[in-house]
């Protein structure tokens, strides 16, 4: 946070569960097909071959990385659209079997958003509560499913607080309850292992730009025989599931990039940045500085802390040139306390100095300890 030897405050990026850049890898893998490669995929002429060849091989990256099926993946245009087209596309296909769906109390809009538009259409919806750190409990998920129960959709890991949740035992239940389960890895996918037969899950969404892709591009695992009724009808692509004529560019970098989220190691260091960057602020603040989310089961990138007595946003804002979050950076600018921290039993004046920081391949020790100092001298000014 020093400085730079233009005056200019040097710029440090912790919000990766906001948004990644793309890997430089990533881009070169998708160069050729900015530049040519421009044929229709599924056009039967020599145009298409090179384009179609890498949507198909992109797919297989993609399935490889969730232990799945090449023709298990559908193409989407991120993981809003993704969850979308689980939740509508699974409650439409079941609607003759029953209309009750059950989620979690700390799902993305983008899961919360497709509920209460169900919900409209004459569809049930369950929410089941979480612990003081961001968890469901799968024996509430169980006794929350009904005879009419058709799909379960619990987040694999949370975007604010990084509470990964127990869905391999949900899986069980689902399973043994015949009902189909989706989870929301939009923020796990390439931080955690998301396999789908370990998770146990039926649909599972991917978010291209929370993992070095681009944005614009996502995917839905679609386990082979389940139900599903496509949102955008039209030509037969992706399987009948998902019209309109895919991007070989923007498939080419998530495949790219899911190839790429198999090295365990950027996750390691990642990992020891994160606990390096909690303990310098547990020895400045000690009590004053408070953890949210689960100790264990949590994301290894991400870090959600509140400053007794101060606003995350003021915070955030002294500490110029912190690209960081309050609440979630997908509706940042609300200042009340976030549906996450207040379903988690956060209470408000803890909350509202709730800074989340998240850090990714870029991030470096250099960065974390000028961050930590930083903050240090805010705080020990402002109080
Ligand atoms: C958990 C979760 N689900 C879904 C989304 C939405 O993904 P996209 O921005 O690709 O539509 C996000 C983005 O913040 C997210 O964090």
Redesign the pocket.
């Known amino acids: 946070m020093e400085l730079e030897g233009n005056g200019i405050m040097q710029r440090i990026y912790l919000d990766y ?3 990644t850049p793309v890997d430089p890898a990533v881009a070169a893998a998708m160069r050729p097909f900015l530049e040519g490669h421009f044929g229709n995929p599924s056009s039967g002429h020599w145009a298409a071959s090179a384009a179609n060849a890498a949507l198909e091989a992109a797919r297989s990256q993609i399935a490889a990385l969730l232990g799945a099926e090449s023709d298990e993946i559908i193409f989407t ?7 979308n087209l689980a939740l509508k596309g699974a409650a439409w296909a079941l609607k003759a079997k029953g209309n009750h769906i059950v989620t979690s109390a700390v ?2 809009p ?2 919360l958003g497709p509920c209460r538009f169900l919900e409209r259409q004459g569809f049930e919806v369950s929410v089941v509560p979480v612990d003081r750190f961001g968890r469901v409990d799968p024996d509430e998920v169980a006794r929350t499913i009904t005879p009419r129960t058709i799909l379960i959709s619990i ?1 694999h ?3 604010e607080v990084g509470t990964i949740q127990p869905i391999g035992e949900v899986g069980r239940i689902a399973r043994a309850r015949g009902v189909v389960l989706h989870t ?1 890895a ?2 796990s996918v390439g931080k955690i292992a998301t396999d789908v037969n370990a998770l146990g899950v039926d649909l599972l ?1 991917i ?4 993992v070095y892709a681009p ?1 614009g591009v ?1 995917a839905l695992y679609v386990r082979r025989g389940a139900p599903l009724e496509p949102l955008i009808h039209g030509a037969g692509h992706e399987g009948g599931r998902r019209a309109g004529t895919e991007s070989a560019l923007l498939a080419v970098g998530l495949g790219a990039a899911c190839a790429l989220a198999h090295d365990p190691a950027p996750m390691d260091r990642i990992r020891a940045l994160r606990d390096r960057l909690w303990q310098r602020l547990q020895a400045a603040f000690g009590s004053k500085v408070v953890f949210n989310g689960h100790p264990d089961h949590r994301l290894p990138n991400t870090l959600n802390v509140a400053f007794a007595g101060h606003a995350g946003a003021e915070v955030l804002a002294r500490l110029d040139g912190v690209a960081a979050s309050t609440g ?3 509706h940042a600018g609300q200042v009340e306390l976030s549906p996450v921290l207040r379903a988690m039993g956060i209470a408000p004046q803890v909350g509202m100095g709730a800074i989340r920081f998240s850090l990714g391949r870029g991030t470096t020790q250099q960065e974390i300890d000028g961050v930590a100092d930083r903050l240090a001298n805010i705080l020990a000014s402002a109080s």
């Open positions: 569960n906001a948004s245009s991120g993981g809003s659209e993704a969850n799902e993305h983008a899961i987040m890991a949370n975007n929301d939009a923020q969404s978010a291209g730009h929370k944005k996502g979630s950076a997908c």
